[in-house]
Structure formats: structure tokens, C-alpha cells
């Protein structure tokens, strides 16, 4: 029988998804979703984990829009140039869903209010675009034991993987990266093919929306996009006992 609210409509293939449910869209509607950084990545998935009811939804991005973001960041438009970008997604994901609590958050979050916002929320998506933040977020969300999806686009490349919420077995985002890697930094240097960060950001929002719904998926796996070839690949990111943040030492 066909669902008879609004609400239940925009959650009806949800909720004849065996995967998810009543239960798992409940777990949906009732979770705190951080989301680090709202470019071409954090567009893609917050757009998603909004149209998909995700209850409070946080965007965190200090940055203004600049009109050589419009080509891959698709929450925003001319008129938004010079606006901050939190602001303005917050205004247009609340427009795709009334639902949904969603709060701008208009500055880099550093120590103490990084962690506050990491420990109380249910997942972490990190779509930032420099190493300084991800090592940050990392430490915060091993720290809080909380589950963090990260992602990065550049060129004709992209790459996504899922670590925690438990760490003591399995790895962080620094046994991947103990150190930065600036040939992954730097979209404005290196270009990117526009949807690539699209695409990402989108897997990033299937990963954190299977993890409220509580269907299993393989943390510490990196995951490998090649625009070029359309192909993806897998590699697994083994824990270091050296790793400076989960790792014996940490
Ligand atoms: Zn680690």
C-alpha cells in the first residue's frame, strides 16, 4: 500500500529497501552528519544525505564562493559568488528537504570545537581539500571513536575510503598518509575533470548512509576511481603500529 504522508513518500524507496527499512531510515532521520568542507565533494554528498532525510546535518567550510568553483560545485550559482559556502548550501538543501535540521557552520574548525562537533556526531564525511584539515579531522574522529569517510578529487582521479568506528583493530586515515602528499593537494594547479568530485562525494553519501542504516562495509579499503579508464580498484590500508595517531605510540 502506498504511503500516505509526505514524509513517508519522500522515504518510500527507502523504506522498501530490505536494506534499510523502517529501521534503517529511522536511524537515518535520528543521526548527526558532519560534513568538512562543501566544494565539489561536499556538494555532491550533502545534497544527498539532505534528500535523503539525514536529520541534523552540520556543513563546516569557511571558504566564500569563487566563480571558478561553479563548474563542480553544484549548490551554487553566479548570484552566490562571494556569499560563504555553508551559508548558501544550507539555504538550498533546506529548499530540496524542509524536514531536516541543517546548520552552517562558517568557520575552520580547529581543537577543542573540532572535537565537540566530531564526538557528537554519528559520522564524519571529509571532503576538504588539504592535508592540514584531513590529519585534524582524522585525530578528532579516532579520538571520539567515530566513523570517518574521507574522499579526494584531482585531475581524472579520485579516491574514497571508510575508517573506524573502531580503531583498535583496524586503520586510520594517517596509516594511509603518515605525511601530506601535495600531488593530491591542489585543484586549482592540477585541474579536475568537473563530475569526478561529483562522483566521489556521492559514493562518500552512499557510505555514511549504509553505515546509519547498519549495513556492513569494509573499513581501512581504500577505493580507487579512474576517469580515464572509468574503471575502479581497491587497495587495502593496512594499520601501522607506528601510525602516529591510532598506532602503538598514538
Ligand atoms: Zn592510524
Known sequence: MAPENPQQNRDARHLALPQVGEAGQERIAQATVLLIGVGGIGCAAANYLASSGVGQLTLCDFDTVDDTNLGRQVLYGPADVGALKADVAATGLARNNPGIRITAVAER????????????????????????????????????????????????????????????????????????????????????????????????????????????????????????????????VNKRSDCPTCGDAG
Open 109 to 236: 574548525l580547529t581543537g577543542a570545537a573540532l572535537a565537540d562537533a566530531v564526538s557528537s556526531s554519528d559520522v564524519v564525511l571529509d571532503g576538504s581539500d588539504n592535508f592540514a584539515t584531513r590529519f585534524q579531522v582524522n585525530d578528532a574522529c579516532v579520538a571520539a571513536g567515530c566513523c570517518l569517510i574521507s574522499g579526494s578529487a584531482i585531475r581524472l582521479e579520485g579516491q574514497l575510503a571508510v575508517f573506524g568506528p573502531d580503531y583498535r583493530g583496524s586503520p586510520c586515515y594517517r596509516c594511509l598518509y603518515s605525511e601530506a602528499d601535495e600531488s593530491l593537494d591542489n585543484c586549482a594547479g592540477n585541474g579536475v575533470l568537473a563530475p569526478v568530485p561529483g562522483v566521489i562525494g556521492t559514493l562518500m553519501a552512499v557510505e555514511a548512509l549504509k553505515f546509519l542504516a547498519g549495513i556492513t562495509m569494509a573499513p581501512g579499503v581504500l577505493r580507487l576511481f579512474d576517469a580515464a579508464s572509468g574503471e575502479f580498484s581497491s587497495v587495502t
